[in-house]
């Protein structure tokens, strides 16, 4: 960590700051405003007063630090009063001179540092007015401008301490030998570029110098003529009196504060006043020395960076109000939406939860708010998925979630299951990921579609796949079976004297019939088959994987004949029907459509019909 070296003038730049009675002094209001105005205009959490002493820098006024000084070695300001215009650095991490610096790497862990000098009538610098913050940020030129008129103010103020120094230190000089120096005395009285006065203790104006003449727009004699009361605001009377009381009294040895007088044309005009008394040998008040600053522009400049305050933290009020009522008008929508929402963290955990996310899967946000997702609605399949994904997003920005529409399971808080369709979205809010997710139960609509394509691929009688059902099934079945080398059959079944049964029993009869049939065909055939209701009394049969082909082939369609030849029982009586069974065989290297299969069964069908009830063709 490169030292600051010191500058070339450092002894008499050292004699100055000790003459100037600022190092190791209580605090003072009019340096406190202005660091905390550096504060709050600039938004840092630190802003300083340095002295830079022999060996450490001191911290005459101090926003948000509680030491006092540091060593002078590890000082910013010791950089900063080497130059003669302002220090910034942006990012003292990067910054080869205060890279490994305490200050950095350690409390108060300084990033972002502004500095300008202050110096005194003749261009010494005895410290900064500096502006620090734990995180790099960039100076703005209005930012910048802002530190350069405050930091104008610290060095007015300073100049005027070092013109006290020089005038007081003259004045007292002068009263030790004022019967024998009365010339130099009031040369020195009235060449100051300060208001001096001279003022009774029943508080008529003695002897004024010509500065403060000027300042109030009265002649000597006129001044002469009037009291202090008479020329003081009304408003600033009573402080002014009472501290005077204190110097009487002897509780005070001296006092300073800020007046206003009233001017001859009836102006007001600020000064900063600094009040002594001379006493005799007895103890007694001679008269009072006043010590007159004219700081109407500073006041001017402290108004109007007042005003520029006052403006800036009514926008910024305003502009919260604007952003809390468009939070709670966010809140209110969140809170009233039709669809379930869930604020999540970056660990996945909840942080919002809505009056539709408590509709939908029974937790109050109560119970939710703080507990992770994965505990909450994601199904144990889903859990370490889930984890994954979030892991892997915040650790590489990568997802196939957000920005997606998902339709996923979930599951309530009574363990009952549902569908929701997901839209996710991600914010990256003070540097933390902040996951928002609408998730809409669409459990209704998904049981609605399941429904929808079961009754259009089933019987909705008998319960057997359909015609539809069969045509899509046909060609992937003979793949399968050109795939495996196995062949396959399709076994065509026209019922025989069905509708006798709903000429004698009526159509609810015939219904039975056909349900128990379609029963019986299940029964029959192996789970590896399918049994299909084409229409009417008409069904088909597909019996995959066989070795031997027709010979499988007859056997079940032997087993149909005898099932469905026993007699079906109905309310008081039973009904009797056959089935008249037509074969079709596709084997491995077979080049017969679906529709060429299904044409074949049906023909064979009608041969079976023709050659009598309970037939099976084509014949072995």
């Known amino acids: 960590m490169p030292a600051a070296s010191p500058p070339p003038d450092e ?12 190092l190791d002094t209580e605090e003072e209001e009019v340096f406190d405003r202005v660091t905390r105005l550096v504060s709050r205009l600039l938004k840092v959490p630190i802003a300083l007063f340095s002295l830079v002493d022999e060996n450490r820098q001191w911290f005459k006024s101090r926003v948000g630090l509680d030491v006092m000084e540091t060593p002078r070695e590890q000082a910013f300001c010791a950089h900063a009063i080497l130059q003669d215009q302002p220090l910034v650095v942006a990012d003292a991490s990067s910054d080869e001179r205060f890279a490994d610096n305490p200050l950095v790497t350690g409390i108060p862990n300084i990033r972002f540092y502004a500095g300008v000098p202050i110096r005194s009538s003749g261009g010494l610098p005895i410290g900064t007015l500096c502006a620090i913050d734990d995180k790099a940020r960039v100076l703005s030129a209005d930012e910048l401008c802002v530190m350069i008129d405050l930091a104008d103010i610290v060095q007015k103020e300073v100049q005027y301490r070092e013109r006290l120094a ?49 300042m109030l727009g009265y002649a000597p004699e006129e001044l002469q003529r009037l009291t202090f009361q008479r020329i003081t605001h009304p408003e600033d009377l009573d402080l002014d009196l009472d501290l005077l009381a204190q110097l009487r009294s002897g509780e005070l040895e001296r006092y300073t504060l800020e007046k206003r007088y009233i001017r001859k044309d009836g102006a007001l005009v600020w000064a900063n006043l600094d009040v002594s008394a001379k006493r005799n040998e007895a103890g007694e008040i001679e008269y009072f020395i006043a010590v007159i600053k004219d700081i109407n522009a500073q006041k001017e400049a402290e108004a ?114 549902l569908i929701v369709e997901l839209r996710m979205s991600v914010l990256e809010l003070h540097g933390q990921k902040m996951f928002s997710a609408f998730l809409h139960d669409i459990s209704e609509r998904k049981e609605a579609e399941a429904r929808r394509e079961y009754e259009s691929r089933h019987d909705m009688l008998t319960n057997l796949l359909n015609r ?120 491995p290297d077979g080049k017969a459509s679906a529709e060429d299969l299904i044409k074949e069964a049906d023909r064979q069908m009608y041969e079976a019909k023709r050659a009598g009830k309970g037939q099976v063709y084509p014949l072995p």
Not at 13 to 22: T, V
């Open 11 to 22: 002894l008499e730049r050292q004699q100055l700051l000790r003459s100037l009675d600022l």
């Open 166 to 214: 020089v005038a007081g230190r003259h004045v007292l000089r002068s009263q030790s030998v004022l019967n024998a120096s009365e010339a130099r005395f009031r040369s020195i009285f009235d060449l100051a570029s300060i208001g001096i006065a001279l003022v009774s203790p029943v508080g008529g104006w003695v002897s004024v110098n010509r500065e403060l003449s000027r």
């Open 304 to 417: 109007a960076l007042s005003t520029l305050h006052a403006d800036l933290e009514a926008r910024v009020a305003a502009r919260t109000e604007e952003l809390h009522e468009r939070e709670l008008e966010l809140r209110s929508v969140i809170e009233n939406a039709n669809d379930a929402y869930i604020g999540l963290d970056q660990a996945g955990v909840v942080t919002v939860w809505n009056r539709a996310a408590e509709q939908t899967f029974g937790y109050t946000a109560l119970e939710a708010i703080g507990v992770s997702l994965d505990r909450l609605i994601i199904p144990d399949t889903l859990t370490g998925a889930h984890r994954e994904g979030m892991l892997r997003y915040v650790t590489t920005g990568m997802s196939t979630v957000l920005g997606k529409r998902l339709e996923l399971p979930a599951v309530r808080k009574d363990g009952s299951s």
């Open 468 to 587: 539809r059902a069969m045509l899509e099934m046909l060609p992937i079945a003979q793949a399968r079976a050109a795939r495996n080398g196995k062949s396959m059959a399709l076994l065509f079944i026209d019922l025989d004297g069905f509708k006798a049964v709903n000429d004698d029993f009526g159509h609810d009869a015939g219904d039975t019939v056909l349900r128990a049939v379609a029963s019986r065909l299940q029964d029959v055939v192996r789970k590896t088959d399918s049994v299909f209701r084409l229409a009417g009394d008409e069904f088909t049969v597909l019996l995959e994987s066989m070795s031997d082909t027709f010979g499988d082939a007859r056997q079940v369609a032997d087993k149909i004949t005898a099932e469905v030849a026993r007699p079906v029982a109905l309310d008081g009586a039973s009904a009797g029907v056959g089935a008249s069974i037509g074969l079709a065989v596709f084997t």
